[in-house]
């Protein structure tokens, strides 16, 4: 049998490879501090709808960038290889090629929030106006 091809059939076969995060966890590992939340949603999208509280704003054209612990322009909280980074979107699509992206650098524990930010918000977590 043929492997579904295709954009809509990509996120579901990239997150094969790694665990996903629902938001109440995402939410109690990120207060406990072992957890990096990263929002790659675009300024408009946070402007409208809010950001989640210590999360980490990056571009998704930046991310790979400022997360490689080897990388020239890395950000001071991509301490190395083993960073569980917990990446956000608007809807749950993009942060599942964002987090595989990730794995790819050898970032082993990256993964993505199932159901995104809207996930987030409709479970009542913490949304903070931008």
Known sequence: MNEPTGIDALPQRVRGGYRR????????AAGAGTVLLVDIRYAALRERDGVIPGAL???RNELEWRLD???SH?????TGHDLRVVVVC?????????????????LHRATDLIGAFQAWRAAGLPVAVS
């Open 74 to 78: 890395r950000l001071p909280e991509a």
């Open 57 to 59: 704003v990056i571009e």
């Open 21 to 28: 995060i629902a938001p109440l966890a995402a939410y109690d």
């Open 69 to 71: 612990p080897q990388g």
């Open 90 to 106: 608007n809807e749950g699509y993009a942060s599942s090629l964002a987090a595989e992206s990730l794995h790819r650098l050898g």
